[in-house]
């Protein structure tokens, strides 16, 4: 009889927290959709001026000013918000680690407006990962009206990152796989289900803004002969090699940006929004994160020549705009880079090999995702995105060959997620202050770990924890001192919020040096 009590709780709990994601969801889908719609406007009327400006070039001198002006007001938004600076994923991973305190409603506005104006006014920057911010804001911001425990905030915020990514991309299951497999790196039923169903609502509410179209529709793609398999590896090596020079130049940008005298921190976007100016009056239409390079590179052959010119142009500029500290990320700038790399790698194929030309388009999705995880770190996630972005299912092989190879290379290579090594900049590394609040954190165990087959009382626990239930299945069991644990058992630990991370960092080390790290 208790135990049908108990099943019939969690069955309602879950039911609740699928209303609480909904929730989420739509208001998160409803700020996104704007957010993005208000990018997309401001994008089509800084063509529009640009296209006006080859014609009347006198109007530089006005449009500088504006360009100036644009720059320090955001600096101005940075200066008083520093948590609205590049894509907001670090921020959200520190602050579900219990690392970072975030005021929602200051970073959700400054966010939304420094975002719209940076990424609208033609800067290689990208909406996607302030879309992840400003989904899990809106989430916190619901949490805190709901006087939700620090727990159950959480779930929300990571609902809305799922949600704003979904938003953004129109791709509900990448939303969710970020959220599982990059921001909290397990798999949580109670996680998974908030964040899904957060998600699937956003993507409504932006289908109802965008229409039913994928956001990357390049047409008709032709299933790649088997014969030409042996060319996906050789892609992912290279897309590994470059993915990692693009994580070093990426955290070598502070050191770059920090040798200009006359600025400070907060305004080193005057350096892009400068820059910006000649390569909006020589290539109006490819300004921006990348959307109508990757349309225009499926539509139109290059030369090699030309492919190798705009990957620098793209590769050089994202890495000044990226570096200046501005709102906006560098999800599609990456898929942007992967696209020209995996264009020029099909032209060198047609041209050494004697590909057809018709599977050039192949080698670009195939490219974008394997750059992406090799500089995401996110293999599963990289897949699902693009895969939702082109709305073709019938390339996951090929697709899955080329991730797999980039993310050994880069791996092997020493590159870490991205994300992480950017949260790294943001906060200190001892994870060592005790904040008073109680949190709970849940870590998988792998099998084959030094945890597998393990009772409770063998183990070193950090006394700063306390272990709770095991989660085996459907189940969650109370442990003593001879219950065994598992391979696949989710261990859930009470602890401080302040010391979460470095509790979970402490676990996860003991629990490598059974398997070699």
């Not at 159950?152 to 704003?164: D, F, N, P, Q, R």
């Not at 090594?421 to 590394?429: A, D, F, G, H, K």
């Amino acid at each position: 009889m208790n135990q049908e009590h108990e099943l019939k709780k969690l069955d309602n709990t879950k039911i609740v927290f699928i209303a609480k994601g909904l929730i989420v969801g739509v208001c998160a889908g409803v700020v996104v959709s704007f957010f993005r719609l208000f990018i997309e406007k401001l994008s089509q009327l800084i063509v529009s001026y640009y296209l006006l400006f080859r014609e009347q070039p006198v109007w530089l001198i006005p449009w500088t000013l504006v360009s100036l002006l644009a720059a320090f007001f955001i600096g101005k938004l940075i200066a008083g918000e520093p948590h609205i600076k590049g894509s907001g994923i670090p921020q959200v991973e520190g602050q579900l680690r219990g690392q970072l305190t975030i005021n929602w409603f200051s970073v959700l506005w400054k966010k939304f407006v420094g975002g719209v104006l940076a990424i609208g006014s033609g800067l290689f920057l990208g909406r996607e990962g302030p879309s992840i911010q400003l989904g899990a804001l809106v989430g916190q911001g619901i949490s805190e009206k709901m006087h939700q425990t620090t727990s159950e905030e959480k779930i929300l915020v990571s609902s809305g990152a799922s949600a704003g990514l979904s938003a953004a991309f129109n791709a509900p299951i990448a939303g969710l796989l970020f959220v599982l497999e990059e921001v909290h790196h397990s798999f949580s039923p109670l996680i998974w289900l908030t964040a899904f169903s957060a998600a699937l609502a956003a993507n409504f509410v932006s289908l109802n803004f965008f229409g039913l179209q994928p956001v990357l529709d390049i047409g008709e793609i032709q299933h790649l002969p088997l014969s030409y398999y042996w060319t996906l590896p050789v892609l992912g090596i290279l897309l590994g090699v470059t993915g990692r020079f693009y994580q070093q130049v990426l955290l070598f940008l502070p050191k770059l940006y920090g040798k200009i005298p006359f600025l400070s921190p907060e305004y080193y976007g005057v350096v892009p929004f400068l820059c910006v100016i000649p390569i909006g009056l020589c290539l109006p239409h490819f300004l921006g994160g990348g959307h109508q390079i990757i349309f225009y590179l499926a539509e139109t052959p290059l030369s090699v020549r030309v492919l190798l010119l705009l990957f620098l142009l793209r590769f050089v500029f994202s890495m000044v705009s990226y570096g200046a500290n501005l709102p906006g990320g560098i999800f599609l700038p990456i898929l942007s880079l992967g696209a020209i790399l995996g264009t020029l790698y099909g032209v060198l194929l047609t041209q050494t090999v004697g590909l057809e030309p018709v599977f050039i388009k192949n080698f670009l999705i195939f490219a974008m995702a394997g750059y992406f995880a090799a500089i995401g770190k996110a293999p599963l996630t990289a897949i699902v995105l693009v895969t939702e972005m082109v709305g073709n299912l019938s390339h996951l092989m090929s697709i899955g060959v080329v991730v797999l190879v980039s993310y050994v290379i880069v791996d092997s290579l020493g590159g870490k997620p991205i994300y992480e090594s950017l949260l790294e900049r943001i906060v200190q590394p001892d994870y060592g202050n005790i904040a008073g609040k109680k949190t709970v954190v849940e870590l998988p165990v792998a099998p084959s770990s030094l945890f597998d087959e393990q009772m409770v009382r063998d183990i070193a626990w950090p006394k700063e924890m306390l272990l709770t239930s095991i989660r085996r299945g459907e189940n969650e069991l109370l442990p003593h001192g001879d219950t065994v644990i598992h391979g696949g058992d989710v261990l859930v630990i009470l602890t401080d919020e302040g010391i979460a991370q470095k509790v979970k960092l402490t676990l996860l080390e003991q629990m490598g040096s059974g398997h070699g790290g």
